[in-house]
């Protein structure tokens, strides 16, 4: 049983344009919640994480929300560029940022110059 | 800059042969770390959670005489995959944090090929 979703296999934006990744949940006690980037023959880079208790957190280009009562989060980069184009991994944590992470299948993003 | 090593990058090795992976964490100690596994088009899945000094915690369906966990110093990590067989070839990641609340860092990864 699939707890992270990532329903989305593949997204193409052109540069310069919004990138919005998403992810849906299963599991409500799941508690914290980040994303990597992976490039491949890479391990998974870590890139932004969000509390439970927040609904929003900024980091730069990167921006997650989390809608705790739809159980879906959602990762968006503005302004998209080149070199952002990797997979895209969610994961989830139950008890904080110390526990194990349960990851989705990921989404291979693309952005054409 | 890379915080967790892993080597080899990658390994072909024939059936039946033992096949060990190494992880190690850079300028810092890692009481814990994770071993996960990759298979393609499918997402990261915890093998075990390799603890320094004590035995490791494996995942329910994860054989813990097959792949054996060695930890023993605060900066490496071994996962020994054991009579490997062709169903074993995937990629193989490690990961540790940094310490307290920090997110996981993960290694490079490992592509074993079992022929």
Redesign the interface.
């Known amino acids: 049983d ?1 707890q ?1 979703k990532q329903n989305s ?1 593949s997204l193409s934006v052109q540069e310069g344009r919004i990138s919005i990744l998403n992810c849906d949940y299963t599991n409500s006690m799941f508690d914290y919640f ?1 994303w ?1 980037k992976k490039y491949p ?6 890139l932004i ?1 969000i509390s439970s208790i927040k609904d929003k957190n900024e980091d730069g280009r990167f921006t997650v929300f989390l809608n705790k009562s739809a159980k879906h989060l959602s990762l968006h980069i503005v302004p998209s560029q080149p070199g952002d184009s990797a997979v895209y ?1 969610c ?1 989830a944590s139950l008890g ?3 526990y ?7 989404t291979l993003l693309t952005v054409n110059p | 800059g890379a915080v967790v090593s892993q080597h080899p990058s990658r390994v072909i090795c024939k059936s039946g042969t033992s096949v060990k992976i190494e992880c190690r964490s850079l300028d810092f100690q890692a009481t814990t770390m994770f071993w996960y596994r990759q298979f393609p088009k499918q997402s990261l899945m915890l093998m075990a959670t390799s603890n320094e000094g004590s035995k490791a915690t494996y995942e329910q369906g994860v054989e813990k005489d097959k792949f054996l966990i060695n930890h023993a110093s605060l900066t490496l990590s071994t996962l020994t995959v054991t009579s490997a067989h062709p169903e074993d070839s995937s990629f193989y990641i490690c990961s540790a944090r940094i310490g307290g609340n920090s997110p996981l860092h993960f290694g490079n990864g490992t592509r074993l090929t079992v022929t």
């Open positions: 699939q992270v296999p980040l990597y023959a890479e391990g998974p880079t870590f994480s991994f994961a904080g940022s110390n194990k992470l349960t990851f989705g299948k990921g």
